[in-house]
Each structure stands twice: as C-alpha cells, then as structure tokens.
C-alpha cells in the first residue's frame, strides 16, 4: 500500500545549492505532477508528466528541472535553491483519461527550506 | 480561466454539522473533488462526484453538486474533532491532465 511516496521528507539547504526531490509511484499511473504549497496560495503545479520520457511546464515552472526517465519515478531539481523556493512540495500521480474517477493521489510532502 | 474559490477559514462544535462550500468557473469539469490535509500530512482523497450527479453520501460525507451554479458542497454529520483539517475542492478539466485546486478551507472543531 505504498501509493506515492516522496523522498526527503525534510531537508534544509543553503542559498545557491543544488538538490533533488524524488517520487515514486507504484499504482502504475501515467500521469505524475510536482506542486508546491504555500500559505495563502493553495497548491501550485511546478511540473507535470503525461507518461515515461515526457515533461511539460506548469504554473510556476522556474527555477526547477524535472525528469520522468522511468514510469514509476518523478524526480524534481533544484540547480540553485533561493529562499523564494521555501516551501512544502508535493508529488502526485493519477492515471490517464478515463478510469477510477481519474483520481489524484498525493505523497506526504517534503518540507524544504532554503536559508 | 480555471479557478476554485473556497472560504478560508470555518468552525463548529462537535457534534454539529459542517459545510464547506466551493465555486468553480470552468464548465467542462467531469470530476469535482474533496480532499483533506491534515497537519504534516499529504492530501488524502475524501471523495469525488462526476458532474453528472447531483449528490454522493458515503457515511458521514455527503457532496452535493449545483452544476447550473458551479457550486460545490461538502456536509460532515455529526462532526468531530478529528475532523479539524484544511478541505481542499478540486475540479479536473476535461481530457486534459489538469486538476485546479482551491486553496482550502480550515476546519476547526471545538469541543
């Protein structure tokens, strides 16, 4: 009953260092999507995956890579962490068109802070 | 454009029902969710209503859809403390990979 899960759960950085958030799903969901949560403003779509080798932008797209090289795996990058990239980040998959109710699933978040 | 409107914040006592409404704008939806987000936590899916319903009950959850006002609502019977939560309603656009949240309602119950 894995579902998503996200690896680090918590992680601190220093201004200007580099990391990668992973996810990996094992309901094998076409669709995977990193968000970030801030207060006040909901969940906002970084970037998104429509299947194995593909990436697409989201809402606010700068300042992170991604890379889906395998179905089952989302990673997301960080080249130079700022401050403004705080926040709490979310991995999520669902299936394609047309089954299950197309649900979303979340993993727990990562909690990122940047100094 | 696609948005979802939810208030931000709601409280109840226990035992008490609670409402948590939504808006949204975009016609198209298929599926319109409610998820719940506890503290630390991720989004757990609560339930989900497909846009030709008008009501969904499953136990405690009844969701009822006005889809000619783009309104969403969430009713918690007889609620508890361990539902305080942040509420967040979504819509998925149709045929495409998009899912449009709200930015939650926080529920707080009071004993």
């Known amino acids: 009953n894995a579902g998503v899960t996200q690896t680090p759960k918590f992680r601190v950085l220093k201004t200007g260092q580099s990391m990668t958030l992973l996810c990996a799903q094992d309901m094998n969901h076409e669709y995977m999507y990193w968000y970030r949560q801030d207060p006040g403003m909901g969940l906002r779509l970084i970037h998104y995956?429509?299947?194995?080798?593909?990436?697409a932008k989201g809402e606010v797209p700068d300042g992170y890579n991604v890379s889906r090289l395998k179905k089952q795996n989302f990673l997301l990058g960080l080249e130079s962490a700022a401050p403004s990239q705080t926040s709490v980040y979310f991995c999520?998959?669902?299936?394609?068109?047309?089954?299950?109710?197309?649900?979303?699933?979340f993993g727990e978040g990562s909690w990122l802070t940047v100094v | 454009g696609e948005d979802v409107e939810q208030s931000l914040f709601l409280s109840v006592r226990e035992g008490d029902s609670s409402v948590i409404n939504c808006t949204y704008t975009?016609?198209?939806?298929?599926?319109l969710y409610w998820y719940k987000q506890e503290p630390g936590a991720g989004l757990q899916l609560l339930t989900y209503i497909f846009s030709n319903m008008d009501m969904k009950q499953d136990q405690r959850l009844t969701v009822l859809l006005n889809k000619k006002d783009k309104h969403l609502s969430l009713r918690i019977a007889d609620t508890q403390t361990g539902d305080s939560a942040i509420y967040f309603c979504a819509e998925r656009i149709s045929g495409t990979y998009k899912y449009i949240f709200g930015t939650g309602t926080r529920l707080k119950v009071l004993a």
């Open positions: 999520a998959s669902s299936h394609g068109q047309g089954s299950s109710g197309n649900t979303i699933y």
């Open positions: 995956s429509v299947g194995e080798g593909t990436t």
């Open positions: 975009d016609s198209s939806s298929t599926y």
